[in-house]
């Protein structure tokens, strides 16, 4: 079964660029500038930011399902970056490079199934997901941090 990955929509974003660090800090939002590269994945491009880029570093609600599987994490965000538009069953590097936490959620937003594994081996593990009946969509979490990185849901 194929499937296809979604980054975050810019949209939702691009008005934390223009608030002021106080303005920043009361939304649980920072601005930073980033020293290391891997180190900030931009949950919008789906790409890594590069060193001395300004990011921002923000709360961000990705499980809003009425379930008690809700649930939120910090992200990094990019300025001036579009929407990552994956082909179906495309992986990008910025989770193929990194220990992955795949986490499989039916239409009433109850978590079915979990595992951790490797980035390259995410898209087998989504494309068998998704063969499964019960699986409506599909979290993936940067393992190490737990924070959010994509959502996925059956391609067609």
Same mark, same amino acid.
């Given at each position: 079964?194929?499937?296809?990955i ?8 691009? &008005? ?8 920043? %800090? ?9 020293? $290391? ?11 890594? /930011? =590069? ?7 923000? *709360? *961000?609600? +990705?499980?809003?399902? +009425?379930?008690?599987? %809700?649930?939120?994490?910090?992200? #990094?965000?990019?300025? @001036? ?10 992986? &990008? ?14 239409? $009433? ?9 490797? @980035?390259? =081996?995410?898209? =087998?593990?989504?494309a ?8 409506? #969509? /599909? +979290?993936? +979490? ?6 959010f990185?994509?959502? %996925?849901?059956?391609? @067609?």
């Amino acid at each position: 079964m194929t499937f296809q990955i979604t980054a975050l929509p810019e949209a939702d974003f691009a &008005p934390l660029f223009a608030k002021t660090d106080a303005e920043l %800090a009361a939304m649980r939002a920072c601005r930073r500038v980033v020293a $290391d590269r891997p180190g900030a994945p931009c949950r919008i491009s789906l790409e890594e /930011a =590069e060193v001395g880029e300004t990011v921002i570093l923000t *709360h *961000h609600a +990705h499980q809003t399902g +009425h379930s008690p599987y %809700a649930a939120s994490h910090a992200i #990094y965000v990019r300025d @001036g970056v579009r929407q990552a538009r994956l082909a179906v069953a495309e992986v &990008p590097d910025v989770i193929r490079s990194r220990l992955i936490s795949l986490r499989l959620f039916d239409v $009433d937003h109850m978590m079915v199934d979990a595992d951790v594994m490797k @980035g390259t =081996e995410v898209s =087998e593990a989504l494309a068998v997901a998704f063969a499964r009946s019960n699986v409506d #969509y /599909a +979290h993936l +979490h940067f393992a190490k941090a737990g924070c959010f990185a994509a959502s %996925a849901k059956r391609a @067609g």
